[in-house]
Each structure stands twice: as structure tokens, then as C-alpha cells.
């Protein structure tokens, strides 16, 4: 057997060995291992490479972001943003039809803006916003399907930690990444309140209303996100402005957050020490699944397949936005059955350089930054498709009354959204790198 089928027959050992129910970030190490072993034929150099490959991995800069950015999402759930945001949104859309569903979604994009994680948006937004869409009579379909397509805006609207894996994988720059999502971002909530507002017109049924909040209890709600303003004008605005990296940024956010949450007397030993522990178990098992990834591409790089694959298919002369809709559909499908990171340190290393030697008109760098954002949308659509789509499950958990068959249902519109948006970006990449030409 060559290298290169040694190559490809990694990705059906892979998702075998995930069947089985071995964590994907020790399926990726083994398989990375196992690799490399049979292409080496000794354990020596591999376990030689390993040592300097966990010390690389580990110690790269870019990737202290992860945590930092985490530690900002729990210490704002526990300073009660959540909260302020729906409540804001809900005292000015809450007497439209279908209002406080749209709330919600409100809600989720500026939580989303200080979270950076699609299941903490969807955890949190779901405690909050679930009893009151019960309150005005939504069905269970309408409201968990709300809560989980609005939870995909943490990975969407910056910062976004799925971003910044692939900015490292790609050897982009995290700011112009960031940048470029802020317009799809803002597409994906117009999507969804333009989804639920055809929605509760279809099914009248599905969806009641709050009464008609006056104006001086909406600017007084409007006043208590505040907190959520002034982190992301302080993190955001200070990435653009030159005063920080992104990596200090997230450092003055989490401490910011804190902050925060002290002086609304959130915050105390215990859930301050449950805030660092939380955060410490998710950073573990993205690191994990990280080593687990920069081992397998260690194997791929031997085995010379994502050189391979990107002259094979220029050589066969394919069209290039053909090739392109072929992989965003080969995402949309391993979203059914795998997690977002996952699919992003799995598949970047071979398809990156694939689609890298196709010519859509734009320059290296417009073209990482576009493809980047439209993998970051499609995968995102993995987090609410069927069967395994992570924010489902996140949600109908709260749900008691609410089946998972119902959830699917009231779900599909919301990936119809989705679908549409991607097909749009696809089609007209000026409207992801506009705000990237503008400023740089």
C-alpha cells in the first residue's frame, strides 16, 4: 500500500474508531501514531517527532487565546449578561408576533459577541429565555428550535473560538478573520428573526405575545446591557485600534467580565473557582483534540496527501465553484454525525490546500479569509442538523415537555435559513470581505 492510500484510509479509520466511541482527539493521536509508524517503520522517530510536536502544540501563542476567551463566556453567564440582553430585547420586539422568539435570538448575537462557544450561547440563553417563550404560549418545537439556531451565533459573531483554530491551522490572521464574520454574523440573526416572523405566520398556533412594554421600561432594560457594551467595544475596538492582540484582548475581556460580575455580586469564591474549573475541562479537551490533530497531520504530511489531492484535482480541469459546493456539502453531511471542531482540524489540513489551488479571483490571503467563513457557517449548520447536531440535544435537554423528534421539526427552518445565507456568501464573496478592504 502507498503513502498516499495509507493516507486515505485514514479519514474511514477515523470515523470508525468515533463510532466506537473513542474521543475524537485520541482517534486523531492514534491514528496519527499508527500512521506514521507504518510510513516510518520504526516507533523511534515518530515518539522523537511526538515530543517536539506536544511542546510546539502547547506553547504556540495563538492558541492561549482558547482559554482566555472561554474564561470571558463563563464569567459573563455568571455576571447575568444573559439575562439583561434577553430582557432588553424582549421589552422592545416581546408584542410582536413571534417577538419574544425573536428576542431570543437577540439576545443569543450579543451574547454570542462576549462568548465565543455555540453551546455555552445555547446553554445559557436557553435558562433564561425557555421558561418566558413557555410563559407566551410557544410551542416546544418553535421555542427549542429558536434556542438552538440562535446558540450557533457564538461560533459566528466575534470572537469566535472555532476562528481561531482555523486562523492557526491556516497561518491567517485572527483579526481580519474576525472582522470578515461580523457581516455573516449579522445575516445569520436577520435570518432567523426573517424565519420565525414566517414562521408564526404559517402556524399562527405556534406563538402568543407579551403585552406592549411602555417606552420608559424599554430604555430602562436597554440601559442594563451596558456590561455587554462595554466589553465588546473594549475587546473588539481594541483589536482594530492597534492597542491590543487578540490574545491580550481576551485577557482584558475575561478580567473585564469579571469585574462585572463582582460589582453585580455574582461572583464569589465558590462559582468563581466552579467559573476556572469549567473552563479548565473545556480548554483540556480542545487541546486534546488539537495534539490529536497536529499529530495526524504530521501523518498526512508524510504521506503526501493534501499535495496529492490539490494536483489531482487541478489537473482534472474541475470548476472551481463545483469543487466548492462539493466540499460544502461533504461539511454539511459529517456535521450530522461529528462536533464543529472536530470537522475543522480534521478535514482544513487536506481541503485548505485542495481548494487553495483553484483560481476564484481573489488573492491568497481574500480567499483563506472567505473559505474560512463559509466552513465556519457550514459548520455551524452541523451544530442543529440531525442526529447529532450538539445544540439540539443542549437544548431538549431543558426542555422536559418538549420531545426531540419536535425539536428536529421546529429546527429545519432555521437550517433552510442557513442553507440560503451560505448559497448567498458562496456566490458574492464581496459581502464577507468588505469590511476586510475597508479597514485594511
Not at 208 to 232: D, I, N, T
Not at 301 to 318: I, N, R
Not at 398 to 418: E, H, N, R
Request: hydrophobic share 55%; aromatic share 10%.
Amino acid at each position: 500500500m502507498s503513502n498516499v492510500e495509507l493516507g486515505l484510509w485514514s479519514f474511514p479509520v477515523i470515523l470508525l474508531l468515533i463510532f466506537l466511541r473513542i474521543p475524537i482527539g485520541l482517534a486523531m493521536l492514534a491514528v496519527g501514531v499508527g500512521g506514521s509508524y507504518l510510513i516510518t517503520g520504526s516507533f523511534n522517530p515518530v515518539m522523537a517527532q511526538f515530543k517536539s510536536l506536544t511542546h510546539s502544540t502547547f506553547s504556540s501563542y495563538s492558541l492561549s487565546v482558547v482559554p482566555l476567551f472561554l474564561l470571558m463566556g463563563q464569567f459573563a453567564t455568571l455576571g447575568g449578561m444573559s439575562a439583561a440582553l434577553f430582557k432588553a430585547a424582549a421589552t422592545w420586539l416581546g408584542h410582536r408576533k413571534g417577538g419574544v422568539a425573536m428576542a431570543a435570538i437577540g439576545a443569543c448575537a450579543g451574547f454570542g459577541a462576549i462568548c465565543g462557544s455555540s453551546l455555552a450561547t445555547a446553554a445559557t440563553m436557553g435558562q433564561v429565555a425557555l421558561p418566558e417563550l413557555k410563559k407566551y404560549g410557544y410551542s416546544g418545537a418553535l421555542a427549542t428550535g429558536t434556542l438552538a439556531a440562535g446558540g450557533t451565533l457564538g461560533i459566528l459573531i466575534p470572537p469566535s473560538v472555532i476562528l481561531v483554530i482555523y486562523a492557526i491551522l491556516t497561518e491567517q490572521n485572527i483579526s481580519k478573520l474576525f472582522m470578515a464574520a461580523f457581516v455573516p454574523g449579522i445575516l445569520a440573526a436577520l435570518g432567523y428573526i426573517i424565519t420565525i416572523a414566517i414562521y408564526v405566520r404559517v402556524n399562527p398556533e405556534a406563538a402568543g405575545s407579551a403585552e406592549r412594554a411602555p417606552y420608559r421600561e424599554r430604555f430602562a432594560a436597554l440601559a442594563g446591557v451596558w456590561p455587554v457594551l462595554l466589553v465588546f467595544i473594549v475587546v473588539i475596538g481594541g483589536i482594530y485600534s492597534g492597542l491590543f492582540t487578540p490574545t491580550e484582548a481576551a485577557a482584558i475581556g475575561a478580567a473585564g467580565t469579571a469585574l462585572i460580575s463582582l460589582f453585580n455580586r455574582s461572583l464569589n469564591g465558590k462559582n468563581f473557582i466552579e467559573a476556572i474549573l469549567a473552563t479548565a475541562s473545556s480548554t483540556a479537551m480542545i487541546f486534546l483534540i488539537v495534539l490529536g490533530a497536529a499529530a495526524l497531520n504530521g501523518f498526512l504530511a508524510m504521506s503526501q496527501l493534501p499535495q496529492v489531492s490539490a494536483e489531482w484535482v487541478t489537473a482534472q480541469g474541475f470548476n472551481p465553484w463545483i469543487v466548492l459546493v462539493a466540499v460544502l456539502v461533504l461539511y454539511l453531511v459529517l456535521g450530522c454525525v461529528m462536533d464543529s471542531l472536530s470537522m475543522i482540524l480534521l478535514t482544513v489540513p487536506i481541503v485548505f490546500p485542495m481548494m487553495s489551488a483553484l483560481d476564484f479571483g481573489l488573492s491568497p490571503e481574500e480567499f483563506a479569509i472567505w473559505f474560512g467563513i463559509l466552513i465556519l457557517i457550514v459548520v455551524e449548520v452541523g451544530l442543529i442538523t440531525p442526529p447529532v447536531g450538539m445544540n439540539l440535544f443542549v437544548i431538549n435537554s431543558m426542555a422536559k415537555t418538549t420531545s426531540l423528534g419536535q425539536t428536529y421539526k421546529g429546527v429545519l427552518p432555521f437550517v433552510a435559513s442557513d442553507l440560503v445565507r451560505t448559497a448567498i456568501l458562496a456566490a458574492f464573496p464581496v459581502i464577507t470581505l468588505s469590511l476586510v478592504r475597508l479597514l485594511y
